[in-house]
């Protein structure tokens, strides 16, 4: 087995020594003035943009999401760069530059949950708190699914018992590449990327959020909620379903079929579901119809 120190690099990134200078909700700003899919520091600072998403860990989510926080890199981090206490000691430390926009997988490094790892096509910068892996694009796939599954959990739990996921310790996992195995990885991991995706846009909180899936012009108010309502539950389902797929397969990989099993809680599956139908709509619009 290779090390992930060896195929997807993690790495800590900026801090800012004073977030609450430099970081914003994405919402507080003119999406114009926000640097959208950068691909590098060059390219950022071409932009003349002043905001740029940011990584910052979050919530235990996998897959997807925890994309709420934008930072000031003006003119390549200009401010954050000269950012200095009262006798000329600069703060802030922007740490492994040269990966800031490329595509990585994120991840929480404080988490009371299990390891949650989310698919980040590139165009972000990432602090020590959003800690970052850098694989190459034919095994990024292969890695988050990996990465978030039981055999990464148990990999974890050993190399450091506590609460707290290091940049250190991830170095230290060990990573077998099965290529027969990788194509089904692959897609069941793209999937899973896509449903949590689809989850996570579904809410206003996200920047790509373009309406609410309760919203059909055709269709009564409740009859949109009971689509919705089919929708979660779908996704929810089938998202558990890769999940546990993707254990039973690097279980397999690993040959600890007598020590683990591929089944997870539904509380670690990290997208919405709704239970009751009806019960959050007000009684006097379940017969209404969309404006």
Aim: proline share 4%; aromatic share 14%.
């Amino acid at each position: 087995s290779k090390k992930i120190s060896e195929i997807a690099p993690p790495k800590q990134g900026l801090a800012t020594a004073d977030n609450d200078r430099f970081l914003r909700y994405w919402f507080e700003i003119i999406i114009d003035k926000i640097g959208f899919a950068i691909t590098s520091i060059e390219e950022s600072v071409a932009s003349n943009k002043k905001w740029f998403p940011y990584n910052k860990g979050g919530a235990y989510r996998r897959w997807y999401g925890n994309r709420e926080y934008v930072v000031n890199w003006f003119d390549d981090g200009f401010e954050i760069r000269n950012f200095k206490d009262k006798n000329g000691k600069v703060r802030s430390r922007p740490q492994n530059v040269q990966y800031y926009f490329k595509p990585s997988i994120t991840w929480s490094d404080l988490t009371s949950a299990s390891f949650s790892g989310r698919y980040c096509e590139g165009g972000f910068i990432f602090d020590i708190k959003g800690s970052s892996g850098f694989p190459s694009r034919e095994e990024h796939y292969y890695v988050l699914g990996f990465l978030n599954s039981k055999i990464s959990q148990e990999c974890i739990h050993i190399l450091n018992p506590t609460i707290s996921t290091q940049v250190g310790d991830m170095a230290r996992i060990p990573v077998f590449f099965d290529k027969m195995k990788k194509p089904i990885i692959d897609s069941l991991v793209e999937d899973a990327v896509q449903k949590s995706r689809a989850d996570w846009d579904s809410f206003e909180t996200s920047w790509d959020f373009k309406n609410h899936p309760m919203i059909c012009s055709e269709h009564l108010i409740a009859a949109g909620y009971d689509k919705w309502k089919r929708e979660t539950v779908a996704r929810f389902q089938t998202l558990k379903d890769n999940e546990e797929e993707l254990n039973r397969i690097f279980i397999d990989i690993y040959g600890l079929q007598d020590e683990l099993m591929p089944g997870i809680e539904d509380k670690d599956v990290t997208v919405h579901r709704i239970f009751d139908s009806k019960e959050d709509i007000p009684e006097s619009m379940a017969g209404s119809r969309y404006a």
